[in-house]
Nanobody, 120 residues
Framework: QVQLVESGGGWVQPGGSLRLSCAAS??????????MAWFRRRPGKQRELVAS???????NYADSIKGRFTISRDNIKNTINLQMNSLNPEDTGVYYC????????????WGQGTQVTVSG
């Protein structure tokens, strides 16, 4: 079964940095692995896209984090990372890893989420 496991969340002061990681497993028999992404749900708001990356390395970022966050991907290990710099309190939320893949049908998987808290 395809699973996503996130790590790297925590507490940081404004201006600080955190690095999130997500590892996908159970992909041995899927036909194709597609987009991987990070979403977040901030307090009182709906879940939103933070950054996505295709298998070829094409990236897409939310305007609110451009220039501060960087998404990267390792297709051999089936992992993605999100390097978050210059964090501010508005970045506080639960961050979710997201994977799209073809298993005969189009499938989506979500990680369990990792908390990021930015406060002084």
């Amino acid at each position: 079964q395809v699973q996503l496991v996130e790590s790297g969340g925590g507490w940081v002061q404004p201006g600080g940095s955190l690095r999130l990681s997500c590892a996908a497993s159970g992909l041995e028999n899927v036909r194709a692995i597609g987009i991987m992404a990070w979403f977040r749900r901030r307090p009182g708001k709906q879940r939103e896209l933070v950054a996505s990356i295709t298998r070829d390395g094409g990236t897409n970022y939310a305007d609110s984090i451009k220039g501060r966050f960087t998404i990267s991907r390792d297709n051999i290990k089936n992992t993605i990372n999100l390097q978050m710099n210059s964090l501010n309190p508005e970045d506080t939320g639960v961050y979710y890893c997201h994977l799209q893949y073809d298993n005969g049908n189009f499938e989506i998987r979500w990680g369990q989420g990792t908390q990021v808290t930015v406060s002084g």
